[in-house]
């Protein structure tokens, strides 16, 4: 059941806290994982939860063979967050280049208006999954 569901009437600040991990609908694997990395105030998008996904599968270099990436950092819309995560399982760390790719990420927001995502994880999962494939067939 997605945490929305088992959260109504509190606002995405007080359901979301830094270091969380969660399960989420349609992980490719069992082991993939959300961490939530930061809450950020937006002014033209309001809170922004960006999150890592951990245990990624990807094709590999190798003809038929899978690589394990993780998507260090996100910014994403919480509602679609509200949408797809499941469990609340624990609480880790985000990947060590979070930090550095959340700065970046804020620093083109105050300058050129980066977006955020307002997809579910699975989605953005495809999303670079398909980036990663596109890069490494050379298209």
């Given at each position: ?19 969380q991990v ?104 495809s999303i ?12």
């Open positions: 059941m997605p945490a929305k569901s088992r959260k109504r009437g509190v606002s995405a600040a007080e359901r979301y806290q830094v270091g969660w399960t989420f609908a349609d992980a490719p694997l069992p082991d993939s994982k959300v961490i939530i990395g930061s809450l950020d105030d937006i002014p033209q998008f309001g809170l922004v939860v960006s999150i890592s996904v951990i245990n990624v599968p990807v094709d590999g270099v190798a003809p038929g063979s899978t690589d394990i990436i993780d998507i260090e950092h996100a910014p994403m819309a919480p509602e679609f967050l509200d949408e797809c995560l499941i469990d609340l399982i624990g609480f880790h760390p985000p990947p060590r280049n979070f930090e550095t790719l959340r700065n970046n990420w804020l620093e083109a927001n105050a300058k050129e208006g980066a977006g955020i995502f307002t997809i579910g994880v699975r989605d953005l999962i670079y999954q398909d980036g990663i494939r596109q890069m490494r067939s050379g298209d």
